[in-house]
């Protein structure tokens, strides 16, 4: 089993920025974890795709809604993966979810191709 942890959230102003990030512990090898990424649900929203990293830090790719203010890393380690986000606007607000596959894709998009979640951090974005 594999267990996520998330950190770096928090009310932050309009125009700022963040680093979120996101420790694996449990089966952390490199046949337990594949691809990373970060999704975030806002209230009264469905959760969405915000960045997602591949195992080998290769392919990565970026919601619309972030890309050019985004920009998602993986650890040397590969147990590990950080999102930093600047230009931060009231829409951003949301719980950021880490997840990590358990079996290798070119690249996950959907929350569907994650097996490991984390608990998620609260990040607000004051205007």
């Known amino acids: 089993q594999v267990h996520l942890v998330e950190s770096g959230g928090g009310l932050v102003q309009a125009g700022g920025s963040l680093r979120l990030s996101c420790v694996a512990s449990?089966?952390?090898?490199?046949?337990?974890?594949?691809?990373m990424g970060w999704f975030r649900q806002a209230p009264g929203k469905e959760r969405e795709f915000v960045a997602a990293i591949s195992w080998s830090s290769v392919n990565i790719e970026y919601a619309d809604s972030v890309r050019g203010r985004a920009t998602i890393s993986r650890e040397n380690t590969r147990a590990g993966v950080h999102l930093e986000m600047n230009s931060l606007e009231p829409e951003d607000t949301a719980v950021y979810y880490c997840?990590?596959?358990?079996?290798?894709?070119?690249?996950?998009?959907?929350?569907?191709?994650?097996?490991?979640w984390g608990q998620g951090t609260q990040v607000t974005v004051s205007s």
């Open positions: 449990g089966r952390t090898s490199s046949s337990s974890v594949y691809g």
């Open positions: 997840a990590a596959q358990g079996r290798h894709t070119i690249i996950g998009l959907d929350a569907s191709e994650y097996d490991y």
